[in-house]
Nanobody, 115 residues
Framework: QVQLVDSGGGLVQAGGSLRLSCAASGSTFSTYPMAWFRQAPGKEREFVAGINVSGGSTYYADFVRGRFIGSRDDAKNTVYLQMSSLESEDTGVYYC????????WGRGTQVTVSS
């Protein structure tokens, strides 16, 4: 049973940075790709970033425009999203997701960017 705990969100001014973390349970963490999604108020959840197995390859939504970096630490069963040059449009709840259980979501972590 995969469980995901998202953390690291907060209130930040536009142009600032945050580092999100997601701790995953399960011994098979390292064998599955991971991803980050977000949901802005009144909008559908959308893809933000993907991190493949071993973290050697990452891919991002167009709106990221080089501002975010996804990574993983398989020894800690944790995936990260380093966000910089944050904009008010980045406000939302951020969730990680595991390829081992695509229908499983944690509670997410709130990111609020003030302009």
């Amino acid at each position: 049973q995969v469980q995901l705990v998202d953390s690291g969100g907060g209130l930040v001014q536009a142009g600032g940075s945050l580092r999100l973390s997601c701790a995953a349970s399960g011994s098979t963490f390292s064998t599955y790709p991971m991803a980050w999604f977000r949901q802005a108020p009144g909008k559908e959840r959308e893809f933000v970033a993907g991190i493949n197995v071993s973290g050697g390859s990452t891919y991002y939504a167009d709106f990221v425009r080089g501002r975010f970096i996804g990574s993983r630490d398989d020894a800690k069963n944790t995936v990260y999203l380093q966000m910089s040059s944050l904009e008010s449009e980045d406000t939302g709840v951020y969730y990680c997701n595991s390829g081992a259980a695509p229908n499983v979501w944690g509670r997410g972590t709130q990111v609020t960017v003030s302009s």
